[in-house]
């Protein structure tokens, strides 16, 4: 039996401080297969104005009561299957809120294998142990040892089955315990990249998820050796643990000078020692991998969002640069709709040095073309090539000629695609590269749709997370920013298509396909003649599909057809056609949305539709803008402290952002040195794409670390900071000591993400370099570089 829906709805409906209503509704249109886009532009009216935001919360949080309820019913199928469900047995399952509580109660009915205690019962020893228990005046020396092992065992299971005491230690240990990690013998060279966790120590609720992914996965690869200490202060020798009091007062069990009592407190602690810290050190290590998993995936879908929805150069013949040295740099020219109209290789850096012949070359490219964007990827030698294209620049003199870096995370997975080869067939793997990097300057969401989210790089260990959530949760921002923009259905790709509320990936295949042969669609309501596209798609699709320049006006709008008879009204009031209307701001101003409400569109539709045709079309994402580095500034010991640069955001993390200012390693802006208030959350300064002004605070060449401000007024560090800062000396135990101290390529550490080495720091094949650290609890600039790696 599960939980009654109305209790679910109650229950979310207070969670999001919504009322039931909302959530019944919302509830409703997602069961009968609405996206939360659709739902979240068109539906207002019945949800009361959920946004997307709250609209994802409240899937998550029905599949998971859903779920509840579903192993609620089997736990209840189970115990009844026993003959062991009484009424207040019933009720606990009933009132159990969350799924570890559930299995709490269920832990002594749950089907297992023959246990120590079951043997004992069967060998008849369940009566010397409530004899023991329950007069503690019994004297144990009356028993054999057969018989006190097998009472034990009895109790033991006893006290370790009980769901209050199991739920009360777990919160206990979870509140006083810490993490402790060493170094295994003979592993401190090979395992360097975890130097910061040979010896720690911090309590479990002050880890961040980065700390505790970097840990696993050092005990992973077998270098370090993780302790789950139960509580932080120890109790002396020969004293009771904490746990060991809660077990002996839950029973009722304490030192009288009875003849049981000390063969008691010795079960209970036998009870603690092997059963309950062990299984609960197993769900506090769950819970801590869950926990930085979800602050990981978080992280990760928050930084891809601002990537998806960066800012597009538009619709601009652009040549592609994909740097490299040995292999040469690869070319690719396309048009102002994104198709392949060139391609070459050239060969201008080391070891073949052919720099007028490559210059020559793109000088051709641009005049036979056109090219107005000349987009550069940020991988080995894209410094050179940057120089290079400068040159170029320089000497064509072709006025609005520009050049950009741009992030080629993830391009070398779509030229391997399936995709790119059934796009781009006649193309190389290696021109592919090009292709993408010119196209994403061009229009980022439509290119970056092409490749899996997961390979995009702008995630924290997104290697050691759970597959399921990160796809679910990336998957979840790739349809909203796509829904957010909107689509050309004449345009656009399979992939991106895909993405669209209601179009599944065979019915973008359709459209393409139906596009294909009988031309451009001429207004939206020809959509319905693509096959498998029935009504409830079109509804789901149709407002966020564009066709601009069509037969109708408002098919290049965001306004759904369904309403197009409440413009046309608005119209035929203001006196004027529904094309002179679009963009009439004059007109529109004066126009009552209250006069336009009916029993199908109420007040909050009725005035997005008026926003709508104020801005019809447009495009959420900010302007296109560049940033410029410094001339001179190519490598890492070109940086000194005090140098004002401008820069790319490439990653924001929990513990700050890193900056591309162009010299191949990317600097860190701690949390600390954001901004003079203080700063919850990185993302709420900057994001992924963004250019912004950073000021060198200090530079270590040898480790390839650079610290950054954006407090462009803060003064450099005068010393170095030495263990008279209060700190411990190296390789001193820490308790909240720094993060990973690794470089950004070595923290992502596995065979799948190798660093791209070109002896400058470089980036692995997640997009990522640098350094990464943790806010300083409080403090001096001072110390926030030396927790960011400095001065060390």
């Not at 009424?87 to 809120?97: G, P």
């Not at 539709?605 to 410029?628: M, N, Q, W």
């Not at 410094?630 to 004002?644: I, S, T």
């Amino acid at each position: 039996m599960t939980t009654e829906p109305d209790t679910v709805i109650r229950r979310i409906a207070d969670e999001l401080d919504v009322r039931e209503h909302q959530v019944s509704a919302a509830v409703a249109l997602l069961d009968g297969g609405a996206t939360v886009p659709f739902v979240a532009r068109y539906r207002k009216e019945a949800t009361g104005g959920l946004d997307d935001a709250q609209l994802r919360t409240l899937e998550e949080r029905l599949r998971y009561l859903r779920e509840l309820d579903e192993r609620r019913a089997a736990i209840l199928e189970s115990i009844d299957a026993q003959g062991k469900l009484d009424d207040d047995l019933r009720a606990q399952i009933r009132l159990a809120d969350t799924k570890a509580r559930l299995e709490d109660i269920y832990l002594p009915y749950k089907p297992k294998r023959r246990t120590k205690a079951q043997i004992a019962r069967e060998a008849g020893h369940e009566p010397v142990a409530d004899a023991l228990y329950s007069d503690p005046s019994t004297d144990p020396a009356g028993f054999s040892a057969e018989q006190l092992d097998g009472a034990r065992a009895i109790l033991v299971e006893r006290f370790a089955e009980d769901p209050d005491l199991v739920g009360e230690l777990r919160e206990a240990m979870w509140s006083r315990g810490c993490m402790k990690a060493a170094v295994r013998p003979g592993k401190e060279t090979d395992g360097a990249k975890f130097a910061d966790y040979f010896e720690f120590s911090e309590p479990f609720t002050q880890l961040p998820s980065h700390r505790i992914l970097a840990m696993l996965r050092g005990e992973k690869e077998e270098v370090l050796s993780l302790t789950l200490v139960p509580d932080a202060d120890e109790p002396e020798p020969g004293e009771p643990s904490y746990f060991e009091g809660r077990i002996a007062a839950r029973f009722g069990i304490a030192d009288r000078g009875r003849a049981a009592d000390r063969w008691l407190l010795d079960t209970v602690r036998w009870a603690w020692r092997t059963r309950l810290q062990v299984s609960l050190g197993v769900d506090l290590r769950m819970r801590l991998k869950q926990s930085a998993e979800k602050d990981a995936v978080d992280v990760f879908a928050a930084n891809l969002k601002d990537l998806l929805l960066a800012a597009p150069a538009g619709s601009r013949p652009t040549m592609g640069l994909d740097p490299g040295f040995r292999t040469g740099t690869k070319v690719a020219v396309v048009d102002a709709t994104g198709k392949v109209v060139d391609h070459a290789t050239i060969y201008p850096h080391q070891p073949h040095n052919k720099r007028d012949q490559s210059l020559a070359t793109l000088a051709q490219l641009v005049a036979r073309h056109g090219v107005e964007l000349i987009a550069i990827g940020n991988g080995t030698a894209s410094r050179e090539t940057d120089a290079l294209a400068t040159e170029l620049i320089a000497k064509l003199g072709t006025p609005g000629l520009t050049k950009i870096v741009v992030s080629e995370a993830g391009a070398s997975v779509y030229s391997a695609s399936a995709y790119a080869s059934q796009e781009l067939p006649d193309l190389d793997v290696s021109i592919r590269g090009a292709v993408s990097i010119a196209r994403r300057l061009q229009d980022p969401l439509a290119e970056l749709v092409k490749i899996d989210p997961k390979s995009i790089g702008v995630g924290q260990y997104q290697h050691d997370v759970s597959e399921t959530m990160l796809a679910r949760s990336l998957g979840a921002v790739v349809e909203d920013a796509v829904n957010a923009v909107g689509v050309d259905v004449n345009t656009a790709s399979v992939p991106l298509l895909s993405r669209v509320s209601g179009v599944t990936s065979s019915l973008a295949e359709s459209i393409v396909a139906h596009r294909d042969q009988n031309g451009p669609f001429p207004s939206r309501r020809a959509l319905k003649d693509v096959a498998r596209l029935g009504p409830k798609a079109f509804e789901q699709c149709a407002g966020f599909l564009r066709i601009p320049n069509g037969e109708d006006p408002l098919d290049a709008s965001a306004v759904h057809p369904e309403a197009y008879p409440v413009v046309r009204r608005i119209a035929e009031r203001s006196g004027t056609a529904v094309r002179e209307l679009l963009g009439n701001t004059a007109t529109l101003r004066t126009v009552r949305p209250d006069d336009f409400v009916d029993d199908k569109f109420g007040l909050p539709t009725v005035t997005d539709i008026i926003g709508e045709l104020e801005k019809p079309g447009r495009d959420p994402r900010p302007e296109f803008k560049t940033a410029t580095f410094a001339v001179g500034v190519e490598k890492v010991g070109d940086l000194k402290p005090g140098m004002v640069l401008e820069g790319v955001v490439t990653n924001v993390a929990a513990f700050g952002a890193f900056v591309d200012v162009g010299v191949h390693q990317d600097g860190l802006v701690h949390v600390s040195a954001m901004s003079r208030s203080f700063v919850k959350d990185p993302h709420d300064v900057v994001k992924s794409g963004e250019v912004v002004k950073v000021k060198v605070l200090e530079v270590d060449v040898p480790r390839q670390r650079i610290a950054l401000t954006l407090r462009l007024d803060d003064e450099l560090p005068s010393t170095t900071p030495d263990a008279s800062d209060g700190r411990p000396p190296r390789g001193g135990a820490r308790r909240g000591g720094p993060a990973g101290g690794q470089s950004r390529g070595n923290t992502q550490g596995r065979g799948d993400s190798q660093t791209r080495g070109n002896g400058q720091g470089g980036r692995n094949r997640d997009g990522q370099s640098g350094r990464r650290s943790e806010a300083p609890a409080a403090g001096s600039m001072a110390e926030a570089l030396r927790r960011a790696g400095f001065g060390k």
